[in-house]
Structure formats: structure tokens, C-alpha cells
């Protein structure tokens, strides 16, 4: 039995979360997910953490199983069963962001090694992977990335397009991106989101977009979910965690599902990125 699906016969999927530990438990993180109509969840630790950082382990109005790479919750009162996908945002020591999706692998923040390094040891542990805001370059505060890491992304996409997929990312809002450019940055920071969906294009490459959630307080639980994937649930196999985890990542790289492409709220934007953004200024002061 597959149990209460929402939206018809369709899995919708935001595969990049990040939970704090603030004033919220996994109950508000699954209800939210509920009322949104949002059937699972990438739940990823940040590239400076070993592990997540969040307690996943209890929730009052749901009966909780957790398998190594999928925590399946089924609400005690109406049946209705939600997923959340365990892994982590890896940091490359070439300056990327990976996220490794269904992961059983205990990572090392302090041991970063190349980009081909992660993606091949997740191809071997059969992880779902994206390359995380791929025009977007977490050395250079996400400024568009220089044409060096573009000749590397491109062969990227040439080497591994069909096996990886490549991010949409929720937060990366153009007017956004263009006020921080002029403001802060000093670097241009253009619509990286359609750089990626012309690469995706030349290359046939498979786009998740995810909200890129960080949920700093309970209030940012509404980012969850603005940006995410649906997969048909007659082609997903719902017979153990594992085998989930395995069937859609048969999906994505056969591109058989679909995709909503929104971006996170302004007043989300700059509550969850106001501590970055005022370092940014603090910077900025101390320069001058």
C-alpha cells in the first residue's frame, strides 16, 4: 500500500532543505510540508557540518521509520505518509557545491577533495546528485563564476550530464542578484538560473529546481516547497527505503518527471541571508 498521496497520483519533491535548530521541531517542518501538499524533502546538512545538525529523531504527531538514506512519517491521524531523504551539501576542494542526496557515506568537512572525487564515490553509493547553483561560485560569494570554472563546468556536464542532475536554484533571485552585484559584491552576478537552462539545453542535462531553504526560524518553513519536482507515483517503487531512494534517481536521469520553478519571497530572501548579508557590509566598512 503506498498510502494518502498528495496532488493526485503525483510525489512532489523539494530536495534542498536546511533545518536550524530555533524555535521549531520536525512536527512544524512535516505540517508544513502537509498543508503545502509536498510528499518529501531533501533534508541536507550544510558544507561545514559532518552531519545534520537538526533533531529528526522525534515527532508527536507522526509515527516516525528511519532507514540510513529515507525517514518515512505517516501522520497518526489521517494516514498520510511523508518522506524525507537524508544527505549532505558537500563542499569541493575545486570550489563546488554538491549536494549527495539518500548518502550513507560519513563525510569529513575538513578532508575536501575534488569535485570528480564526490560525484564518483556517489555514483558508486548509487546517491541522487545535483550540483548545487552551478553558475553561482561559493568562493567569490555567489558571483557568477569565472570562465575558468565555466570551461570545467562544461566538461562537467559533457562527462557526467547524463548520470548527475543540475540545480534551478529558489533563492537565486535576478533583481536580487543584481542589487547585491552593484551594492556589495562589486562582481557581476547575473540570472544564473537561465545560464543554466541554456546549458541544459546544448548538453540534454536533467534540471531539479529546489527552494534551497534556510530555515533559520520557523517562520522560513514557508520557503519549503516553492521550488520543486513531481514524479508520476506509478513509477516510483514505495516497497522499502531504499528502493525509493533507487527509483527516483531512475526517474531523474531518465528525466521522467516534472518540474515548478518559483523563487523564495523577498522578505524570506533577506531574513534567511540578512547575517550574510551584513558580514558582506561589515567587509565592506573595514575595506574602506
Excluded at 547524463?162 to 533563492?171: H, P, R, T, V
Excluded at 528502493?243 to 515548478?260: E, P, Q, V
Aim: aromatic share 12%; glycine share 6%; charged share 30%.
Amino acid at each position: 500500500m503506498v498510502g494518502k498521496y498528495h496532488n493526485g497520483n503525483q510525489l512532489r519533491v523539494d530536495f534542498q532543505v536546511h533545518l536550524h535548530r530555533s524555535n521549531y521541531g520536525l512536527d512544524d517542518v512535516l505540517a508544513h510540508m502537509e498543508q503545502i501538499e509536498l510528499g518529501a524533502a531533501g533534508i541536507l546538512s550544510y558544507p561545514f557540518e559532518n552531519e545534520i545538525n537538526f533533531p529528526l529523531s522525534k515527532a508527536e504527531r507522526y509515527e516516525l521509520v528511519r532507514g540510513d538514506r529515507v525517514i518515512k512519517a505517516t501522520n497518526k491521524e489521517n494516514g498520510r505518509r511523508l518522506y524525507l531523504f537524508l544527505g549532505k551539501e558537500l563542499e569541493s576542494s575545486d570550489g563546488w557545491h554538491l549536494l549527495a542526496i539518500g548518502t550513507k557515506i560519513k563525510y569529513d568537512t575538513t578532508a575536501k577533495r575534488p569535485l570528480e572525487a564526490y560525484i564518483e564515490e556517489g555514483l558508486a553509493n548509487v546517491e541522487i546528485l545535483i550540483l548545487d547553483h552551478p553558475y553561482a561560485d561559493p568562493e567569490r560569494g555567489f558571483a557568477d563564476i569565472p570562465k575558468k570554472k565555466e570551461r570545467q563546468l562544461r566538461r562537467i556536464a559533457e562527462k557526467y550530464g547524463k548520470e548527475i542532475a543540475f540545480e534551478w536554484n529558489g533563492y537565486s533571485k535576478p533583481f536580487v542578484r543584481k542589487w547585491f552585484a552593484s551594492r556589495i559584491l562589486r562582481a557581476a552576478c547575473s540570472d544564473v538560473n537561465v545560464k543554466l537552462e541554456n546549458l541544459a539545453e546544448e548538453y540534454d542535462l536533467r534540471v531539479i529546481p529546489t527552494s534551497d531553504t534556510h530555515a533559520r526560524n520557523k517562520r522560513l518553513l514557508n520557503g519549503i516547497g516553492v521550488s520543486f519536482v513531481t514524479f508520476p507515483v506509478s513509477t516510483l517503487d514505495f516497497s522499502d527505503k531504499t528502493t525509493l531512494n533507487y527509483s527516483i534517481k531512475a526517474a531523474i536521469k531518465s528525466g521522467f518527471y516534472g518540474t515548478d520553478k518559483h523563487y523564495v519571497s523577498f522578505l524570506h530572501l533577506f531574513e534567511a541571508w540578512w547575517p550574510n548579508i551584513r558580514s558582506k557590509i561589515k567587509e565592506k566598512i573595514v575595506k574602506h
